[in-house]
């Protein structure tokens, strides 16, 4: 049973405008958030990054979002540009349990 | 920098057929992990590893076996390879704090 959901596979956004990708978990205890971007034939990289302590993390023009009550995180990109097209996928673990958990990843396209 | 390499990149084995995809790392990790990626599962946890010798299962370990002997090395084994254990297979490392390396990945066949 997957413990993170991502149920947009793909968004398409045009260049400049804000791209707004969801998540959602069901294990309340997962403690320690991640987003992680994909190119083809690339491994993921990390790109940002909250603890359950906060309810926003900003880091140039990612921002993220928590809201451990609805047990959702958003990931905000403003502006979008054509670099950004790729696979995002939203991650979580518990406490010291360095063991990450996915989701299925969202596509996004950013059209010119 | 190469700080993570996985070998064989591409691979087309036939099924039956037992099969072993390398991850080499330098930079002296401790954490490192085997998942899968298949489309609409995203990445999924095979196997993990906290240190030489000291492994442990992950949620789709089946038909699947690890060893680590040494720090910079972790071994995934496909004991006989079936079709339904064709996919991209990725290996990350993890130092201290909570952010893993992965590497470029191995696109692997079962035919």
């Known amino acids: 049973d997957q413990q993170v959901k991502q149920n947009s596979p793909s968004l398409s956004v045009q260049e400049g405008r804000i791209s707004i990708l969801n998540c959602d978990y069901t294990n309340s205890m997962f403690d320690y958030f991640l987003w992680y971007k994909k190119y083809p034939a690339e491994g993921p990289t990390f790109l940002i990054s909250i603890s359950s302590i906060k309810d926003k993390n900003e880091d140039g023009r990612f921002t993220v979002f928590l809201n451990k009550s609805a047990k959702h995180l958003s990931l905000h990109i403003v502006p979008s540009q054509p670099g950004d097209s790729a696979v995002y996928f939203c991650?979580?673990?518990?406490?010291?349990?360095?063991?990450?958990?996915f989701g299925a990843g969202t596509t996004v396209t950013v059209r010119a | 920098d190469a700080g993570i390499t996985q070998s064989p990149r591409h691979k087309v084995t036939e099924t039956g057929t037992p099969v072993t995809l390398r991850c080499h790392q330098t930079?002296?990790?401790?954490?490192m992990y085997w998942y899968r990626q298949d489309p609409g599962h995203g990445l999924r946890l095979i196997h993990y590893s906290y240190g030489v010798k000291d492994t442990d299962k992950g949620e789709v370990s089946d038909g699947y076996s690890v060893s680590r002997s040494k720090t910079e090395d972790f071994l995934l084994t496909l004991e006989s390879a079936t079709s339904s254990q064709t996919s991209v297979y990725f290996c990350a490392t993890q130092g201290d704090g909570m952010g893993y390396t992965f590497g470029s990945g191995t696109r692997l066949t079962v035919v």
């Open positions: 930079e002296n990790h401790r954490y």
């Open positions: 991650a979580a673990s518990v406490g010291s349990d360095y063991k990450l958990s």
